[in-house]
């Protein structure tokens, strides 16, 4: 079926554009924004022809299955992404559009399952590294929150004009920030990561239902939550008190996660 | 050995005598060459600073080290005779090393708790060391300065608090962003205060200065002093964006900045903190410009209760820093008494050795040929018996150091042993 083919092409060049996301973190997305932006518009060509083939395959517009409405809905946003950047100047719009367009159009992906593991050996190494990712990535989530805790009792502190006494020894606010925005920026790369690694695994492992499983939904939700964060970071510049109090909800997030994966583990003991 | 420690300070001379009397390092080598020739003076040490000048000495039991020192320091600084004896104070044995402990401490400091000054302490000692000034009674005194200096610095917070407005400016400027390192800071109004503070943060590394000013003179003449840029009174606000620390000192009789016109600064700066200083009265910066979000407001109200609350503080920590001092006096000293008492029992166990071996010699003549194993039988008795009636003195001997009675025991114990004079 040719259609998947070139969706499967397509969602590969708007992985370039999650990268460059990440890279954008650490003040290295530059060298990659013109590739990526090239990768996107050939994805979004290749998108259309997948979308063309699967129409004249089943003789009327692609919208019945699940799969088929999710290739569509990211085409469109790719598209009008496109068009904003054409017309508009604002560049940061693409560290959302890029992931989540790659998000759907893999998910859209997914609609024929595969044959199951060529190797056992590579369905517990894949395993293993989704899971070191994942439970690295929490581990930096902590932190962020922590230090986002430390940040907002410093900024109180001072703001309170109490100089002394209990807060004394806490760290520079500026420390915090940057601690905080450093741990949080690896924590995203981290989980992303980790989250599309997951996927793949249990795609591969149960075929066309894992997107049926409650667990795959609340990580998307946190994913997407934490992509928001991140994007309120780079692009609307939100730090200090407001990062903090988002932190800190992200730690929840991820905590209601994790315990709606360790329900995971009596099933993959098989 | 005795310690004399003998000099000036803040607290007893002014500043036209103090500097008369300071020491140039250039000249340091030769002027301790010159201290520790003086008869009845073995190893001696000279502490020269802005605030003092100290001169500490080892010298013999009985010397008269205290006009030594007076006489030293007066051919030192030409100052003319007599001129110095009134500013001079003097401290031996216990007080001495109390003194010294104490400047070691910054707690005789004229800004107690400054930490500058266990730096110069150690400078003095290592050009003493070089100079060949200073030998094994002063090493020992002197580390063990250093370690109580540092044990104050750690049990106590004496070294933490800011005292001067300027100063306390700084410390939040510090707790804020950190490191001051690539920070800007702007003077609103050139006045007296904001060139302290400014002076201050300077010292503490900020990068850039802006000034600004109704006057241009006085801003740029301002401006030379700290190597900053001029801004025009009309440009402030827009240059304000990239100004991390604003430290207002105006005489405009209404506010400068409002919450209305910092509300887009702040936005500019994407919430970066920001550290607003006003120390102008009346107020050049509206109050409720404290609300807004990583704004910090201090007037000088606010930069006074800092300070008040930190000498509060530091009072307590003082006294918590003496009462740490006295309990390390009482243990050098014990130190130093057992140090008197080694030679001793050196020559005691020395004397008792040379009976052993003598009465061993002796006894072999007389005994004839023995075998090797009843020879070591002899010998093993003869070393015990030494060792056992050797234990009793030496344990009252270290009992008693530093005891009223310890003098007497020794006493006794070189009488009885026939130890003659030590």
């Known amino acids: 079926m040719w259609s998947l083919f070139w969706l499967r092409v397509a969602a590969a060049l708007y992985s370039l554009g999650l990268l460059q996301t990440l890279l954008t973190l650490f003040r290295r997305g530059e060298k990659l924004a013109a590739p990526a932006r090239t990768a996107f518009s050939l994805g979004v060509v290749l998108h259309f022809v997948s979308l063309v083939e699967r129409g004249f395959a089943i003789g009327h517009l692609p919208t019945t299955s699940v799969y088929e409405s999710l290739s569509l809905c990211a ?148 994913w997407l939550f934490y992509l928001l964060i991140m994007y309120l970071r780079v692009a609307a510049g939100w730090r200090g008190r407001r990062a903090a109090f988002l932190a800190v909800y992200l730690l929840l997030f991820s905590g209601l996660t994790w315990v709606s994966h360790s329900g995971l583990r009596p099933l993959l003991e098989r | 050995m005795k310690l004399h420690l003998a000099g000036l300070n803040h607290k007893t001379a002014p500043v036209e005598l103090r500097e008369k009397v300071a020491f140039d390092a250039a000249t340091l080598e030769a002027s301790l060459n010159e201290l520790t020739r003086i ?205 991390d620390i604003a430290i207002t000192s105006s005489g405009a009789p209404h506010y400068i900045l409002t919450q209305d016109n910092m509300r887009p600064v702040m936005a500019a700066r994407r919430n970066r903190p920001m550290f607003l200083i006003d120390i102008a009265v009346p107020r050049n910066i509206e109050p409720a410009v404290n609300d807004l979000e990583a704004v910090f407001l201090y007037d000088i109200d606010d930069l006074g209760r800092v300070v008040e609350k930190n000498l509060k503080g530091r009072l307590s920590e003082a006294k918590q820093a003496e009462a740490i001092i006295a309990e390390e006096v009482d243990k050098i000293l014990e130190r130093i008494e057992a140090r008197k008492i080694t030679p001793l029992i050196v020559k005691l166990q020395e004397q008792v050795e040379g009976w052993r071996k003598a009465e061993l010699e002796r006894v072999r003549t007389k005994l004839g040929d023995l075998t090797p194993q009843q020879h070591e039988v002899v010998d093993a008795l003869v070393r015990s018996l030494a060792n056992k009636m050797l234990h009793g003195p030496m344990s009252e001997l270290r009992a008693s150091v530093g005891k009223p009675e310890g003098e007497m025991t020794a006493e006794i114990v070189r009488r009885i042993f026939r130890l003659g004079d030590s």
């Open chain 2, 39 to 243: 008869a009845g003076l073995e190893e001696g040490l000279i502490l020269s600073t802005c605030n003092r000048v100290e001169i500490l000495v080892s010298a013999e039991e009985g010397a008269n080290a205290k006009q030594c020192i007076e006489t030293f320091l007066e051919s030192a600084s030409h100052v003319s005779n007599g001129k110095l004896a009134g500013h001079l104070y003097h401290h031996e044995g216990k007080e001495a090393i109390h003194h010294l402990f104490r400047v070691a401490s910054s707690l005789d400091s004229m800004v107690v708790g400054e930490p500058q000054i266990l730096g110069q302490i150690k400078a003095a000692f290592t050009a003493a060391k070089s100079a060949g000034a200073a030998g094994h009674d002063l090493e020992f005194l002197l580390t063990r300065a250093f370690s109580v200096a540092k044990r104050v610095r750690t049990e106590t917070e004496i070294g933490s608090s800011a005292v001067s407005i300027s100063f306390a400016a700084v410390e939040l400027a510090r707790e804020i962003f950190g490191s001051l390192k690539d920070k800007k800071v702007m003077l609103i109004g050139a006045g007296k205060m904001s060139e302290l503070a400014a002076r201050h943060l300077k010292r503490s590394g900020i990068g850039e200065v802006l000034v600004t000013n109704r006057t241009r003179s006085r801003a740029e003449q301002m401006a030379q002093v700290f190597g900053g840029q001029v801004v025009d009174p009309d440009k402030m606000l827009s240059a304000l964006p990239s100004v």
């Open chain 1, 75 to 222: 085409y469109f946003l790719a598209l009008t992404h496109l068009l904003i950047a054409k017309w508009y100047s604002f560049p940061s719009l693409s560290f959302v559009v890029f992931p989540i367009v790659f998000l759907l159009t893999s998910l859209a992906s997914t609609e024929i399952p595969t044959a199951g593991w060529a190797d056992p050996g590579l369905r517990s190494a894949w395993l293993n590294a989704h899971i070191l990712l994942v439970t690295f990535g929490y581990a930096a989530i902590v932190v962020t929150a922590a230090s986002a805790v430390f940040y907002l009792l410093q900024e109180r502190h001072l703001k309170a004009k109490a100089v002394g006494g209990l807060f004394r020894n806490l760290p520079p606010l500026g420390t915090l920030d940057s601690l905080t925005s450093k741990a949080m920026a690896i924590g995203f790369v981290l989980i992303t990561l980790g989250f599309f690694t997951g996927s793949a695994w249990a795609f591969v492992e149960s075929g066309s239902r894992w997107l049926s499983e409650p667990k795959v939904h609340v990580s998307l939700i946190t």
